[in-house]
């Protein structure tokens, strides 16, 4: 694999970065739109099944060290807030929520409200990546008007 290619599937996949930090590596490689879109939503969506799965029992375990149990204090804190969205549209608010390219939203964060809110696991996964396929191209256009505007 080209090390450009796995470069911007890790930043995507990464929960502070992802889309938004993805989709501008990849146009500034040099890949085209489409390539950037696909290759960063491809990893943006990665590791959702896996933390849909493994959630609780990584919670359990991290949560042992009173650091770590602190940071998720507040991220959780912080997803609470946000949780309306998703009580009062279900699975399409979780879309919704997913969906705005803004810090503290996207898969990872939309993973965890699942998580929270104990939604059906596959249910959730098929409306994040509709989220985030609607964040890509949000931010893809958002990406080459900046260019544009340079």
Do not use: H
Not at 11 to 24: D, K, Q, Y
Not at 35 to 63: D, K
Not at 81 to 104: M, Q, S
């Amino acid at each position: 694999m080209d090390f450009n290619v796995l470069s911007v599937l890790i930043i995507s996949a990464m929960p502070f970065s992802e889309l938004r930090g993805a989709i501008p590596l990849a146009l500034y490689l040099g890949f085209t739109p489409a390539e950037s879109y696909i290759i960063s939503v491809i990893g943006n969506i990665l590791p959702v099944p896996f933390l849909l799965l493994f959630l609780e029992y990584l919670v359990r375990i991290a949560t042992r060290i009173d650091f770590i149990a602190r940071i998720y204090g507040k991220i959780v804190d912080r997803v609470e807030k946000r949780k309306k969205i998703v009580e009062n549209y279900g699975y399409f608010g979780l879309t919704l929520f997913v969906a705005i390219p803004l810090p503290v939203t996207g898969a990872w964060t939309g993973t965890l409200l699942a998580f929270l809110l104990q939604l059906n696991r596959l249910k959730a996964f098929l409306f994040i990546s509709a989220g985030v396929c609607v964040a890509g191209f949000v931010v893809l256009m958002a990406s080459i008007g900046i260019i544009r505007l340079l």
